[in-house]
């Protein structure tokens, strides 16, 4: 059986990753960084040792072995700038890096984006900390499909608004279509790029279908 460690698996995109994973026969593995939240680790990717101290708990439930996908997805929408950069971009690329240096095979990291990280237009004061970390985290997701070639694939999907925070507010009609992407719809992408072994830098925009 597979393995995947999805970050902040147990709310929203999150939650419906890890179900359509679990469904598809991986063992998933979920975290969280509230003790409450059901999550298989607890751990503050916001710490500066969060990413490693997730990793080695993964590692330690699948008896030693690094597991064989990671879903990057756990992000802050509001709070100080720190640590919004801390979740959303260095996170990714600790664990990203923690994958490469796996022993033997070749491993898969999907890293969840956002549609808004390419809009040109300027952002508001509330959410510009959010979408500068996730246009870093786009061109990770491009670079580091390179530089990690030979021991994981690393790709993204990049959703429009789907599961819009309270504090976040999304006008109708700004979407594709004026529909908006299915939490499913998010799930399905990360479960193709998870299973397409050919593919290798590629980012997935999710929008209205």
Known sequence: MKSVLVTGGTMRLGKAIAERLRAEGWRVITSSHRADAGADIVADLAEPMGSAKLYAAAMKLLGGTPPDALVNNAALFTGDDASIAAVN??????LTTL??????????????????????RSSSDSSRAYLASKRELVAFTRSSAATFAATVRVNGVA????????????KA???LLDRRPTAEDVAAAVSYLLGAESVTGVVIPVDAG
């Open 173 to 175: 009609g700004e979407t």
């Open 89 to 94: 971009l260095e996170s990714p690329k600790k």
């Open 159 to 170: 959703p429009g608004p789907v599961l819009a925070p309270t504090e976040v507010h999304v």
């Open 99 to 120: 994958m490469a240096g796996r022993e033997a095979g070749v491993g898969a990291v999907v890293n969840i984006l956002d549609a808004g990280a390419s809009d040109s």
